[in-house]
């Protein structure tokens, strides 16, 4: 008879096992991702200068969208707008007045549903004709997409690739769209929703310029100043991917550059 003797494992090896399982635990969407083929879209960029992207998504509204532009052309300041084509097509004007003061035009699809609950052939539908819309108003190459409802799956990011955008979501949550107050859309950005998750070089920050969210237009002023005290700046998303050594998470870094879009 054979008697098997199990050795006690060293206090070395216990504390090694117990990190990894503390970084599986506390890291398991990544983790997930890297062993699952998950593709992801981009949350922030490894930047070596102070930049930081900003964004507003515009959907619908009348009132909003005006006096953001008014401050950021007071302050000097450019940035990304991603808008749904049907509000663009009704305000064309207006997104004619972003063009000329220096901003990026972004897509924020067609209609504003979850993109992650259609087809391949539905998505495609989505960002093109959206795509057609924003550059007929705006004749700016469209290249970057934020999906409604920040929605998204392998589908929806492949089939953007293939059709040459980058899918961009945030890093930064203002949150804006809650109606907190500005108090709270400003220590929002400036602090984070959870303690040490503000604004830092690399971010990218997510307002709405859409009447559902007012706080933005009285939180904006105090965001823009804070963050240029500290030195930032803030730009279009297309301007801080450009400065970028990667992005993040990992999985948004699958292709460096997006797909030639079909003709």
């Known amino acids: 008879m054979r008697i098997i003797i199990f050795k006690r494992p060293s206090w070395r090896n216990i504390a090694l096992w117990g990190i990894l399982l503390f970084v599986l635990f506390a890291y398991r969407e990544n983790v997930t991702s890297v062993f699952s083929g998950k593709l992801k879209p981009i949350y922030s960029a490894s930047v070596n200068t102070q930049s930081i992207g900003l964004t507003f998504d515009i959907s619908w509204g009348e009132k909003t969208a005006e006096p953001i532009l008014d401050i950021l052309k007071k302050e000097g300041i450019h940035a990304t707008f991603f808008l749904s084509s049907p509000w663009a097509d009704k305000h064309q004007s207006l997104v004619q007045r972003m063009v000329a003061e220096g901003h990026e035009i972004g897509s924020h699809g067609n209609r504003h549903i979850d993109l992650n609950t259609l087809g391949e052939s539905e998505i495609e539908h989505e960002i093109i004709t959206a795509q057609q819309v924003l550059e007929r108003i705006t004749g700016q190459n469209v290249r970057l997409i934020r999906a409604p409802n920040g929605a998204y799956n392998n589908r929806v990011i492949a089939t953007a690739n293939k059709l040459g955008y980058r ?10 769209w809650k109606r907190p107050g500005p108090s709270a859309v400003v220590n929002n950005v400036l602090n984070g929703i959870r303690s040490g ?9 997510l307002f709405h310029a859409s ?3 007012p706080d933005t237009v009285q ?3 105090t965001v823009i100043q804070h963050l ?3 030195g930032h700046t803030l730009l ?12 993040w998470p990992p999985e948004s870094n699958l292709k460096e550059k997006p797909l030639t879009p079909p003709k």
């Not at 899918?167 to 804006?176: A, G, H, R």
């Open 167 to 176: 899918v961009i979501q945030w890093s930064v949550d203002s949150l804006d």
């Open 197 to 205: 998750g503000g604004a830092k070089a690399g971010d990218i920050i």
């Open 211 to 213: 009447d559902s969210a």
């Open 219 to 221: 939180a904006l002023p």
């Open 228 to 230: 240029k005290s500290k």
């Open 236 to 247: 279009p998303v297309g301007q801080l991917l450009s400065e970028a050594n990667s992005t």
